[in-house]
């Protein structure tokens, strides 16, 4: 271990920040893509998910609330040009200027007719200020011509395209009722990758999932790294009001994460993953008034400020043990 000196700052040896963060922030990314400041601005576009309509299941995840997780997206009854205006003024008040992307987030944005897609994400591309588009969507939602249109807009704008994975334990699948095994969301991403090669794909991991150990969840990460993803997003699973996960939750038959487990895990996947996948996310929460657990979710600045001690601490940083960098 070499010795520490300097600031955080000065001594972080991540070759991707230019701040005290050891991982590749999203900011990071935005600002060196973007050249300023920009945000996403999450939309709901009306859709649904294949194990919510009984193609391959219904109720959906059961840790999913009925908005599936676009709870903090404006109403899906309005138009997509209102909802971006609503979104985009709530931030017009944290800086001057700033450009955006329009975010595809609520349920699956591509279990749709092409000619809808189409219709979407080209109205999305025209909005005010759009410099990019993320659409989040399942592997098991990646028909062939709905890849080979993702492919196309790719070679218009920035185009990231976000999985749904959680886990890479088909035991733990089916206990969320995700609706898909491992073997099938491979074959939706490697036809992404290949088809649309200018596509940014990024993947969906959830932290203490009912049944997993750390053993499972530090297999998922070395097994989402090898696949070189463009970004990943981590959360810890949060338990929300009206869902089958509350119910279990209630019953004791499911205990969150501590926050120091929280913190600690989320260090040990990311030396895992490659230094150059951007985390899009490193935690999360529920609505307020749904939340049922873990509390401590709720005050994000704390868990990234603990996740930045950490690293320190242990004079660790992304991609220290990346198969790739050993």
């Known amino acids: 271990m070499h010795k520490k000196v300097g600031t955080q700052k000065e001594s972080n040896p991540f070759p991707y920040s230019d701040t005290n963060k050891r991982y590749h922030t999203y900011d990071y990314y935005l600002r060196n893509t973007f050249g300023g400041k920009c945000a996403k601005i999450p939309l709901d576009a009306g859709m649904t998910?294949?194990?919510?309509?009984?193609?391959?299941?219904?109720?959906g995840c059961i840790y999913c609330s009925e908005k599936g997780s676009g709870d903090f997206t404006a109403s899906a009854a309005l138009p997509l040009a209102e909802q971006y205006?609503?979104?985009?003024?709530?931030l017009a008040g944290k800086w001057p200027a700033f450009s955006c992307i329009p975010y595809f987030q609520a349920n699956t944005n591509t279990y749709a007719p092409l000619s809808r897609l189409r219709e979407l994400f080209e109205e999305a591309l025209a909005l005010p200020e759009a410099v990019?588009?993320?659409?989040?969507?399942?592997?098991?939602?990646?028909?062939?011509?709905?890849?080979?249109?993702?492919?196309?807009?790719?070679?218009?704008?920035?185009?990231?395209?976000?999985?749904?994975?959680?886990?890479?334990?088909?035991?733990?699948?089916?206990?969320?009722?995700r609706g898909h095994d491992m073997e099938c969301f491979l074959e939706g991403y490697h036809r992404l990758r290949e088809r649309a090669p200018r596509a940014r794909i990024g993947i969906h991991l959830i932290l203490g999932l009912i049944g997993e150990n750390d053993e499972m969840m530090v297999e998922t990460a070395q097994r989402v790294a090898e696949l070189c993803p463009d970004e990943v997003k981590l959360h810890s699973l949060y338990v929300i009001e009206g869902t089958e996960m509350a119910a279990i939750y209630r019953n004791n038959g499911y205990f969150p994460l501590s926050r120091d487990a929280y913190v600690d895990m989320v260090v040990r996947m990311l030396e895992l993953l490659p230094p150059e996948t951007v985390i899009g996310r490193?935690?999360?929460?529920?609505?307020?008034?749904?939340?049922?657990?873990?509390?401590?979710?709720?005050?994000?600045?704390?868990?990234?400020?603990e996740i930045d001690k950490k690293f320190y601490k242990d004079n660790t940083w992304q991609g220290k043990k990346n198969c790739k960098n050993l």
């Open 85 to 90: 205006r609503v979104q985009r003024e709530r």
């Open 282 to 305: 490193l935690t999360g929460d529920g609505a307020r008034k749904t939340l049922l657990a873990p509390l401590w979710s709720q005050n994000k600045r704390a868990v990234l400020n």
């Open 49 to 59: 998910c294949p194990n919510r309509d009984g193609r391959c299941g219904y109720g």
């Open 132 to 177: 990019g588009l993320n659409v989040a969507t399942r592997a098991d939602c990646l028909p062939y011509d709905t890849v080979e249109y993702l492919a196309e807009l790719s070679e218009r704008t920035v185009l990231t395209v976000e999985l749904g994975l959680q886990t890479v334990h088909d035991k733990t699948a089916a206990l969320i009722n």
